[in-house]
């Protein structure tokens, strides 16, 4: 028996000495140490051998079976070794390749928009404050002094979701909303940005979804000329130093008196070009003195108090800041139009 444990391991180790990849190794370790193997096949004869045999036997197997696994070791290591060796001849990487570019966002231009107009009026002490798009016909029109079957109602045709409830058509709604909310303190001083619906045919100067911001303020003693101070520095932080405003009477059922407010003609200065129609003016916000009964329907008492109320559309602001010709370009988010606002 002890003679055909050393065949076996010459055998083995010949075969494994001319083994030449990993697959083949493999084979013959199941070969020779396998459950079912050589080795195993020669030592199932341990039980025909003598007490005195049997360990003398045991010990040779035991040394058959090591130098065996330790010439599979050695092997695979010299295997692995050689594997390393070619991947790293091979396989090349070019570190000059240029890397892919990762395209930084921007943000939408109505959105700069929105917050610069944001910063010049809180720098004037005024707060953001937000309302919900979808409406209750009473915030939206009733509270604004705008009953049911008023004809001014028409001027904003409206997205009804039930007789009561609808898109809202502009932010003046907040108005009502803070005053409340307020409950009769002053001073209130805030303004509104938000989206508006109206049921308008989309055309370069019309979106039936678009941006307004409004603004209110109330308080003891507030007069049109604190509407008019407030709305020329807005107007010259916005536009430029030089810029004067002007205000021409009107009409909104929430304010009166009323006045839409125009600025000199930011392209051509209040010359006349184009833009302006000749007229050296632009027309850019609506506004007025807040109506008494908006402001006793809202909890403040008209007899203490007075306010002021605008209200502007940002993307005529955006147009007229960046130049735009289509308020379209704003909704249609082709990137090579928003891109051009990436670094401004
Ligand atoms: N809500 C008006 C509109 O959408 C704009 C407006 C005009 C708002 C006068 C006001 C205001 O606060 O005083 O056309």
Not at 231 to 246: D, S, T, W, Y
Request: charged fraction near 25%.
């Amino acid at each position: 028996m002890k003679e055909r444990l050393v065949a076996l391991r010459d055998d083995a180790l010949k075969e494994l000495g001319a083994a030449g990849d990993p697959g083949v190794l493999n084979e013959l370790r199941v070969k020779y140490l396998g459950k079912k193997g050589l080795l195993t096949e020669i030592l199932r004869g341990m039980g025909s051998l003598s007490a005195e045999e049997r360990p003398v036997i045991g010990q040779v197997a035991n040394d058959v079976r090591a130098a065996i696994e330790a010439v599979i070791d050695e092997k695979s290591a010299e295997f692995a070794r050689a594997e390393t060796a070619r991947r790293l001849a091979t396989e090349t990487i070019d570190v000059t390749l240029p890397g892919r570019p990762a395209p930084n966002g921007a943000l939408h231009p109505l959105t700069k928009i929105v917050q610069e107009i944001e910063d010049i009026f809180i720098g004037m002490g005024f707060a953001v404050a937000e309302g919900p798009e979808v409406e209750t016909d009473y915030y939206n029109f009733e509270a604004m002094n705008l009953p049911k079957g008023h004809p001014a109602r028409d001027m904003q045709d409206s997205f009804y979701i039930t007789d009561d409830i609808l898109l809202r058509t502009h932010t003046s709604p907040v108005q009502a909303r803070s005053m409340e909310a307020r409950k009769g303190e002053t001073p209130l001083k805030i303004i509104c940005p938000g989206k508006v619906y109206r049921r308008d045919d989309d055309d370069p100067t019309h979106s039936h979804q678009f941006m307004q911001i409004e603004g209110l303020v109330v308080d003891k003693g507030i007069r049109i000329s604190d509407l008019k101070g407030t709305l020329l520095q807005f107007a010259r932080e916005m536009f430029g130093p030089n810029v004067q405003i002007r205000l021409r009477p009107s009409f909104f059922p929430f304010t009166e008196p009323s006045a839409e407010v125009d600025v000199s003609c930011v392209i051509c200065g209040g010359k006349g070009c184009r833009v302006c129609k000749h007229s050296g003016w632009l027309e850019i916000l609506g506004s007025g003195m807040v109506h008494p009964r908006v402001l006793s329907m809202s909890g403040y008492d008209p007899e203490k108090v007075s306010g002021f109320a605008f209200g502007m559309g940002v993307e005529r602001i955006a147009m007229l800041r960046y130049g735009i010709e289509d308020i379209r370009h704003f909704y249609t988010n082709d990137v090579r139009f928003l891109r051009q606002f990436a670094r401004t």
